[in-house]
């Protein structure tokens, strides 16, 4: 099978045939279809995610869409010719997506979602199960709580604000000017980042008592301000909380903090097959119309995966990128 190879941190990718894998007990072997780029990705590849950088060289991807096309000893959940989808791969010991074929557990995949193509299934995974890990697994999101999205309009900000609409929350999101449309959607009221002071849209849209539930996807500030935010005994759920925080503010709140770190399933081997069912669940509200994930309209294959990478990292992406590998 063609792959693309990782043999140094920051350098291009390299083209290269390997034996196709074949699937072990409770693999599934893949014909995958597209490959979704997160930045964790990208950070993998120039080196500044250690804890879930693989031993070089490797193939990296995370997320994939493809066709179920073998099965390994103990699968009942999947048969020859499934459209699956799933978060796969691409740390550690495990084969990314950057390649035509790969061997993955089978608790980590869903049957894909019937109404989207396999370049915007591909999109979903990661996306997804980190939105949902932090709103629907940590801060129980529920009808009528207020909600604020740190960029909602970003991979996991545009799932959070969706979830939260379908839980029945009423969803507030920080986001430029150019990208308000995108929440508003969605159903979510836009808030200036660049503009906005965190006291003056509390007092706005909550009259001062704080939001129920803060879910931040950028860090630094941004976590900072949602210890200002969130009304006593509020949850916070971050996806970036990688720097050093002053907790006083939140604290004086008896605010909850909820760290998510969504590759810790693939790294660990732990709650593998909860992934899986979130996408399975995930999947119904999509094939009803509920739940849309945001493409970046431009196209990549293998040959212009470099090319994907940068688009990840120079902020010129709307939407999740794909690498198309059929």
């Given amino acids: 099978m063609r792959a ?18 074949t699937p072990k007990e409770g693999e599934v072997l893949i014909k995958i279809h597209a490959s979704g780029v997160n930045p964790i990705d990208n950070k993998i590849r120039i080196g500044v995610s250690p804890y ?5 060289p490797a193939i990296l991807g995370t997320d994939l869409a493809g066709v179920v096309e073998a ?31 790969t061997a993955v557990d089978a608790d980590l995949l869903a049957v894909k979602p019937k109404n989207l193509s396999m370049k915007e ?11 949902w890990e932090g709103l629907i697994d940590r801060a129980k999101v529920k009808k009528g709580d207020q909600v604020l999205v740190h960029a909602g309009a970003g991979g996991v900000g545009h799932m959070v604000v969706q979830l939260a609409r379908i839980f029945g929350a009423d969803v507030y999101a920080t986001v430029s000017p150019q990208k308000a449309a995108i929440v508003e959607s969605y159903g979510a009221t836009p808030i200036d980042y660049k503009t906005a002071k965190v006291e003056d849209y509390v007092k706005q849209f909550t009259g001062g008592k704080g939001f129920d539930i803060i879910y931040d996807t950028v860090g630094g500030q941004s976590l900072d301000d949602s210890f200002a935010a969130i009304r006593h005994y509020g949850q916070i759920a971050s996806c970036y909380a990688f ?5 006083a503010t939140g604290s004086l709140r008896s605010a909850s903090l ?9 790294i660990s081997g732990e709650g593998r097959k909860h992934h899986g069912d979130i996408l399975k669940e995930a999947a119904k509200f999509i094939e009803e119309g509920k739940l849309n994930p945001l493409i970046d309209p431009r196209n990549f294959t293998l040959d212009t995966a470099m090319d994907a990478h940068k688009a ?15």
């Avoid at 879930?52 to 070089?56: E, H, K, N």
């Avoid at 691409?90 to 390649?99: M, S």
């Avoid at 299934?121 to 939105?131: E, K, S």
């Fill in 71 to 101: 099965v390994g000893k103990n699968v009942t959940d999947f048969k020859v010719g499934d459209e699956v989808y799933g978060l796969a791969g691409g740390v550690l010991g495990l084969q990314g997506t950057l390649a035509e074929y």
């Fill in 258 to 266: 909820h760290g998510v770190f969504v590759l810790h399933p693939m």
């Fill in 4 to 21: 693309l190879l990782t043999t140094t941190y920051e350098s291009d990718f390299v083209s290269t045939e390997i034996e196709k894998p």
């Fill in 312 to 326: 990840v990292s120079d902020s010129s992406s709307v939407g999740k990128i794909v690498v198309d590998i059929v």
């Fill in 52 to 56: 879930a950088s693989p031993v070089l």
């Fill in 121 to 131: 299934a591909a999109a979903v995974p990661l996306v997804l199960l980190t939105a």
């Fill in 243 to 247: 720097g050093t925080h002053a907790l």
